[in-house]
């Protein structure tokens, strides 16, 4: 017997694995994250609306409310309710400030096996890390961007 | 004996004697679950850390192996070993209570048949006489390392494969002819393939091309025909890497569309456990083998069993850095003496 070898490059094999490989339900998927997302920020409409309700301006609402969906986030994760919910929901539970608190909370569950510092400490951001770092640039320079237009 | 480019062929037939199994409680909840000898149901195995559940995993199958012979651990001569996590520690930390000389193994998902073919080797050249050969994954350990935290809210894509939380363990043995019993006769020993796949959600499009490798020098060192093996038995390519696989040797000529599984296919129930692609880790194929595959071959449903594990050598750094997924398949050759 005398077989010759797998005759393909890597540029053929990849758009052979492509044409195989299931593909990612993107319509089920954009729905259920329209969904969701949309639920979370009615939610957070809600709890806003009732702070204002109970006599407080709008800008103190609105912070409130923010606080009070990342508890919420927080709590569902430390209860591993949160995963489950962005199993089903994707982008819809990630994208609102609600994945950042679970972005924050998982890997604080996960690493307190090493410790209050090193584990928890240093993994804490791990994810939500490079998030804050590129928000806080992109603002930087948007405020400088803002101010520049204000002195013309 | 080494014949054609990269086999063993095992003149003193090495036997396995005996083989264990542990497995958590997805794989236990699968349909292989009757065929593990050990199960539990909590990912902790009531240890604090998921590292500590992994190293007690593996002493418990050791355990179980050596509660099914007349032997102690004083006559093992070695133990070959190794899991997924860095510097193998669930296996370092589990030898260190067994008091066994300790040889530690990595070879990604490939494991297991690395450790067989060792174990076989020392047994064949007459280095010993009672050999273990194991090795082990756990879901929460492997994801903590090369994912994601485990309660991080993200989708899994549909051809990303699930970490058995398993461990299986074989005892090699010198074959005194005493009783019949599975033999060792050739093992492959694969070369590291590498076709440019980048995706860790998708390893077993990574490491099928390495199968395929190892599949057809296989066939052409033993000059054994594909339709020889009741059963060849891929470690973890699951259901993409399968259909790959079989894909591809076809356009080679070569059909195992009839015999061929994979362990990570029948380990769970793909469709309702959710598993998207199946399952994957050093113990799928380990407990696969240990539990399932050995009790057909012992009640002879099956006498002839090629056995591939294969392996994804990349790390979360090499990823970091763009580069892609090495992959490496090792196959032996396990039947009934006739």
């Not at chain 1, 609306?49 to 409130?64: C, E, N, P, V």
Request: proline residues 3%.
């Amino acid at each position: 017997m005398n077989y010759t070898k797998l005759n393909m490059n890597e540029q053929e094999y990849s758009d052979y694995v492509d044409a195989h490989s299931k593909k990612s339900p993107i319509v089920k998927n954009c729905t259920l994250a329209f969904i969701v997302g949309g639920f979370i920020c009615i939610i957070g409409q809600i709890f806003t609306d009732i702070f204002q309700h109970y006599g407080l301006s709008f800008k103190t609402a609105s912070t409130y409310s923010t606080i009070l969906l990342v508890l919420i986030a927080a709590i569902l994760t430390a209860f591993k309710l949160y995963a489950k919910i962005g199993k089903f929901a994707g982008a819809g539970s990630i994208v609102p400030i609600t994945g950042f608190s679970n972005s924050i909370v998982s890997p604080a569950i996960e690493y307190k096996t090493e410790g209050v510092v090193l584990g928890i400490g240093a993994n804490m951001f791990k994810i939500a890390g490079p998030v804050l770092v590129y928000g806080i640039c992109t603002s930087t320079l948007i405020g400088i961007v803002y101010w520049l237009i204000k002195l013309i | 004996m080494k014949i054609g480019k990269q086999t063993l062929e095992f003149d003193k037939k090495p036997k396995i004697l005996n083989t264990s199994s542990v497995v958590g409680p997805k794989e236990a909840e699968g349909p292989l679950s009757i065929y593990f000898d050990k199960k539990f149901n909590d990912a902790l195995y009531e240890e604090t850390t998921f590292e500590k559940a992994e190293s007690k995993m593996i002493m418990t199958a050791v355990d179980t192996l050596l509660g099914k012979i007349p032997t102690d651990n004083s006559t093992i001569d070695y133990i070959f070993a190794g899991d997924l996590l860095n510097q193998c520690i669930a296996t370092g930390y589990a030898v260190r209570e067994l008091e066994m000389p300790f040889f530690g193994l990595y070879g990604a998902c490939s494991t297991f048949v690395e450790s067989l073919i060792l174990a076989s080797s020392f047994i064949n050249a007459n280095y010993g006489k009672k050999i273990i050969a194991t090795a082990s994954s756990h879901f929460c350990s492997s994801e903590r390392q090369f994912r994601l935290p485990l309660e991080q809210g993200t989708q899994r894509t549909p051809s990303q494969q699930w970490t058995v939380t398993a461990c299986g363990a074989a005892l090699v043995t010198k074959n005194d002819n005493s009783f019949k019993c599975p033999v060792v006769t050739y093992a492959t020993v694969g070369k590291i393939v590498d076709m440019g796949i980048k995706d860790i959600a998708n390893m077993g499009a990574a490491m099928a091309p390495a199968a395929f490798d190892t599949i057809i020098t296989h066939l052409e060192d033993t000059k054994r025909r594909p339709d020889y093996y009741d059963l060849i038995i891929t470690g973890d390519l699951g259901t993409l890497g399968s259909k790959i696989l079989i894909d591809l040797l076809a356009g080679h000529g070569i059909d195992i569309s009839t015999n061929h599984s994979d362990c990570g296919k029948l380990i769970f129930d793909i469709e309702a456990q959710d598993m998207h692609a199946g399952g994957s880790g050093c113990g799928c194929c380990a407990s696969v083998f240990s539990g399932y595959i050995y009790e057909l071959l012992k009640t002879k449903k099956i006498n002839k069993v090629l056995l591939i594990a294969t392996g994804a050598l990349m790390s979360p750094t090499s990823l970091g850095q763009g580069e892609s997924i090495p992959s490496i398949a090792h196959a032996i050759a396990i039947e009934n003496e006739v």
